[in-house]
């Protein structure tokens, strides 16, 4: 990885950075295709990556590179998780003000606003509160689940 600011960003985010971060710390386009290319980086999802490691990404990693790309908060299940109310979801699951760009994609959940106080910062992920984290996951649990949550 190269530049202090890029590996500033890295270490905050669970060892992840954006293409918006590399290039605001110099990184050119060609550089950032070329360390993809040649397994330096790994691509996370569309357009966060992280240096190419032997392991692979745990959840958190997983939906923190999901957040970082829509710009959005961890949301239902994989909020919960992050409270450790429940288990992580197979797949993670992020929120989003309505846009059209994200509607399409896996896990992104869109709605027509998204008030600053419903958003906090779990274990270093930008995820919603609590109580609506509670309530989004619980619109997709069982009466039974729900009742042990």
């Excluded at 569309?46 to 710009?71: G, H």
């Excluded at 003000?97 to 600053?116: F, I, K, M």
């Excluded at 930008?126 to 509670?134: G, K, L, W």
Aim: aromatic share 4%.
């Amino acid at each position: 990885m190269s530049g202090s600011r890029l590996q500033r960003s890295a270490r905050r985010q669970r060892s992840l950075f954006t293409r918006a971060q590399a290039r605001a710390a110099g990184v050119a386009v060609r550089t950032i295709t070329r360390n993809l290319d040649r397994g330096v980086w790994e691509e996370v999802t569309p357009y966060v990556y992280r240096v190419a490691p032997a392991a692979l990404a745990d959840w958190q990693q997983r939906l923190l590179a999901l957040v970082l790309s829509v710009d959005g908060l961890a949301y239902g299940r994989s909020a919960t998780a992050l409270y450790a109310l429940t288990a992580p979801p197979k797949s993670p699951e992020a929120l989003v003000e309505r846009a059209s760009r994200n509607r399409l994609r896996h896990g992104v959940h869109s709605t027509r606003t998204l008030p600053r106080d419903d958003a906090t910062i779990v274990a270093g992920i930008p995820a919603t509160m609590p109580a609506r984290s509670i309530c989004d996951a619980a619109a997709g649990m069982s009466p039974a689940a729900v009742v042990r949550l």
